[in-house]
């Protein structure tokens, strides 16, 4: 009997984690499990504390991790499972593995910053406040790591095999189709991960990789994100009131401060912020692009021309690498970012974590927050109890560091950068599928947001759906 097991991202957009247990046979053979990503839970405490949880089974009996894409909700706990003893092979796409190269040590080195400012501050209830793995940690964890590129087969043990397909969410992404023997039967499993929006220039300006996921699919399970299964992004073009939010800030003498992802949100941003200056629809400002990964994540982005959009690569022939344009500043240092955090002229001040979870965009968020001059912009998804969320929410005041810090920045934000297709775009690719997967289980998503694309697919498509919990196990 083979079953799947939902270890997280149900209930919630955080913690991918999905164990695929292909089941021995009646003649003995033992069977292979798997894990579909191996997220971290970020946001509300309720959920961050899961991350300290030990998994169902011993982790030394999972054979393989195969990874959908570098984000930390879908890779961040990989160095724990190492921490434990996990030993098997990663499997990810050439740039998810790149991306993790950076992406997993600065999670690591995050920890243990936050770790130490809570034992300083004894400002956590558990002493000492310990970091869930560590910048050695995780860079002893990329050495598991195995490229596997998209369309290419893989066989794991004699009833079990799986390729990795497009999902144009963020540079290497994909989704992962199974096959998978149980009990003489050949069932197919596909794994969406994150599903990129279905298309790309009009609908989502500055798209830099891919333009859909990959179409004609088809699955007897099919286990899919719901990240925006009860919205719609936005279809205007942002740019025009991005030029005049960032043109009304900088007369009045403040700075922009953007909290984007280090990884491709970050560098779309970037490309649309040069077209703006190049077409004189904004001044020509200093632009900080503030991240331990900042220099890194262009060098992999100008890496992997495989994954560009047309448009991206119309792009990049015109202007060349972000990292050569004069006024675009990256810093990789402490001390370069506490330069940044002190400057009094106008700027724009691109910085990570995209939900303010942590990382250099605290310092950033810390200091200008209270000064009415300067605006936030928030062009990525904000989850729940996030400090993003909160700020984005209208709040008074946010706690940063421990300490209450007043909200009196502009504050606008941006639906159109998303990186995920919304309810219509969604519907649209399930519409591509080669028949109707047998049974159809929601993951990453909130619990409204999942709801509402479970009845919406039900109606629209007369699909049998459901919306996965956490630690359900699901027979195959
Ligand atoms: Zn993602």
Redesign the pocket.
Known sequence: MSYIQFLGAAGTVTGSKHLVDAGGNSTGNSGVQILIDCGMFQGPKEWRERNWQDLPIPVGEIDAVVLT?A?L??CGWIPRLVKQGFRGPIYATPATTDLCSILLPDSGHLQEEDAAFYNKHQTSKHTPALPLYTFEEAQACLEYFQPLPTDTGKQLSPALSFRFVRAA??LG?AMVELTLETDGQRRRLLFT??IGRVHDQEVAPGKVVHSGPVEGERADILVMESTYGNRQHPTDDPRPQLAATIRETLARGGSVVVPAFAVERTQKFLFMLKELMESGQIGRVPVYCDSPMAIQAVEIFMKHSEEYTEVTRRLVTQFGSPLTWPGFQFASTVEQSKRISQLKDPSIIVSSSGMATGGRILHHLAQRLPDPKTTVVFIGFQAQGTRGFTIKSGASEVKIFGEIVPIRAQVVSFEQFS?HADTPELLEWLRTFQGIPGRTYLVHGDPDASSELRDVMSQKLGWNVQVARWMEKVNV
């Open positions: 894409h984000h909700d879908h969410h963020i992404s991960g994150d990186d």
